[in-house]
């Protein structure tokens, strides 16, 4: 079946814009999670959703750092104000029930210029 | 606060060699996962370890869980060039918040 699915796949930006980030994940998996990878370390946790709500948003960096899941399936990540310090790989994973293994989408590489 | 350690950060080895990857954690964990991530990649489960004592393998491959040392081993056996790849170790604290820390990875170069 269908993997976590990721858009885009690249987004450049200038500093100071707003951007999306999309995350689809596999049919039928309740928990969702959104992580940055910044280039040389490992993902770091950013918030956990169970359903529509956010079970555990204490990873978001600042107030900047947005994420709706509204029907319970797909997950957005919003940046308002970007920073060249936002610039990483925004990972996203879903699994089936939040207390299984986590399959992770192909990433967003994001680029603040 | 939950520290995930592993050693070393970066490894160059010849083909044909055994070594072996360290993953240390600060606290009680309810399970361990590795994970491999190629160069511009997402990243690939490869082992689960759920209890003290937990060994799997995968060809070349073999993860093993000590809860109680709080250490978890990534075993390479006859390494060959494809290993050639990042690894990490990440510990699930789940049942207290949801979390899961990842180490910082093992970058593993394989020489032909």
């Known amino acids: 079946g269908a993997g976590v699915s990721q858009t885009p796949s690249n987004k450049v930006t200038e500093k100071g814009k707003y951007v999306e980030l999309r995350c689809d994940p596999i049919?039928?998996?309740?928990?969702l999670y959104w992580y940055r990878q910044s280039l040389g370390q490992g993902p770091e946790f950013l918030i956990y959703?169970?359903?529509?709500?956010?079970?555990?948003d204490s990873g978001l960096p600042n107030d900047r750092f947005f994420a709706v899941r509204p029907e319970g399936s797909v997950s957005t990540l919003k940046i308002q104000r970007t920073e060249r310090g936002d610039s990483a790989m925004y990972l996203c994973?879903?699994?089936?029930?939040?207390?299984?293994?986590?399959?992770f989408g192909p990433g967003t590489r994001l680029t603040v210029t | 606060e939950l520290k995930v350690e592993q050693n070393p950060l970066f490894l160059s080895m010849q083909e044909g060699k055994n070594y072996t990857i360290y993953c240390n954690y600060s606290?009680?964990?309810?399970?361990l996962y590795w994970y491999r991530q190629d160069p511009g990649k997402s990243l690939e489960s490869l082992f689960v370890?759920?209890?003290?004592?937990a060994v799997k393998q995968e060809g070349r491959l073999m993860a093993s869980l000590d809860t109680k040392a709080r250490l978890s081993t990534l075993h390479i056996t006859a390494a060959v060039h494809d290993l050639s790849a990042t690894y990490f170790c990440?510990?699930?604290?789940?049942?207290?918040?949801?979390?899961?820390?990842f180490g910082k990875g093992t970058r593993l170069h394989i020489l032909p």
């Open positions: 994973a879903s699994s089936l029930s939040g207390q299984g293994e986590q399959y």
């Open positions: 049919s039928g998996h309740t928990a």
């Open positions: 959703f169970q359903g529509t709500g956010a079970a555990d």
């Open positions: 606290t009680t964990s309810d399970r």
């Open positions: 370890l759920l209890s003290n004592g």
């Open positions: 990440a510990v699930d604290m789940r049942y207290r918040d949801d979390k899961i820390i």
